[in-house]
T-cell receptor, first 113, second 112 residues
Framework: EAQVTQNPRYLITVTGKKLTVTCSQN?????MSWYRQDPGLGLRQIYY???????DKGDVPEGYKVSRKEKRNFPLILESPSPNQTSLYFC????????????FGPGTRLTVL | GENVEQHPSTLSVQEGDSAVIKCTYS??????FPWYKQELGKGPQLIID?????GEKKDQRIAVTLNKTAKHFSLHITETQPEDSAVYFC???????????FGTGTRLQVTL
């Protein structure tokens, strides 16, 4: 089944404890991106990757890191999480760029205490 | 950068009625406008999109219109059904095809 998977789906952590949210797609898509969803703010892009080894900042990159070593994986790293990073996170992929249909993962709900 | 405003934030309609959600964008270079539907507990899914060389597009009960001069586009859902209840997001893409800018979402509730 063609899909985007994220792990974990739920995570409660404490301030400053490094964490990684994994994202994987099995559709051979070039483009991958991360969004955070907050009430009243909609979906805001954190980082995106046009293809392997190419990543760039979205609208809200502060406090996040990403890497794209393989085509299928695009992990989101929070080196030192803070409470303002409590949010619902979505990974998405498309065959090529933002002009094509974005396929979203199921989301990761992160709480930072 | 691009800024997308979306209204209303919540919308309640009776089953069978029509629903309209409106978005405005700031960058006149934006040329692709998708709409996504997010059901409870799931990721958003594309339901319809329109490119800037088209004024209107329809897919069964869903239609999207685009007014490039006024820089706004709208989603129209006719004969609404309970399964249309969800959060709807508009978005705009500009230039280099690298990023989407989403609106803040509309929670649509279809009541029986």
């Amino acid at each position: 089944e063609a899909q985007v998977t994220q792990n974990p789906r739920y995570l409660i952590t404490v301030t400053g404890k490094k964490l990684t949210v994994t994202c994987s797609q099995n559709m051979n898509h070039e483009y991958m991106s991360w969004y955070r969803q907050d009430p009243g703010l909609g979906l805001r892009q954190i980082y995106y990757s046009m293809n392997v080894e190419v990543t760039d900042k979205g609208d809200v990159p502060e406090g996040y890191k990403v890497s794209r070593k393989e085509k299928r994986n695009f992990p989101l790293i929070l080196e030192s999480p803070s409470p303002n990073q409590t949010s619902l996170y979505f990974c998405a992929s498309s065959i090529q760029g933002a002009y094509n249909e974005q396929f979203f993962g199921p989301g990761t709900r992160l709480t930072v205490l | 950068g691009e800024n997308v405003e979306q209204h209303p934030s919540t919308l309640s309609v009776q089953e069978g009625d029509s629903a309209v959600i409106k978005c405005t964008y700031s960058d006149s270079a934006s040329n692709y406008f998708p709409w996504y539907k997010q059901e409870l507990g799931k990721g958003p899914q594309l339901i319809i999109d329109i490119r800037s060389n088209v004024g209107e597009k329809k897919d069964q009960r869903i239609a999207v219109t685009l007014n490039k001069t006024a820089k706004h586009f709208s989603l129209h859902i006719t004969e609404t059904q309970p399964e249309d209840s969800a959060v709807y997001f508009c978005a705009a893409v500009t230039g280099t095809a690298s990023k989407l800018t989403f609106g803040t979402g509309t929670r649509l509730q279809v009541t029986l």
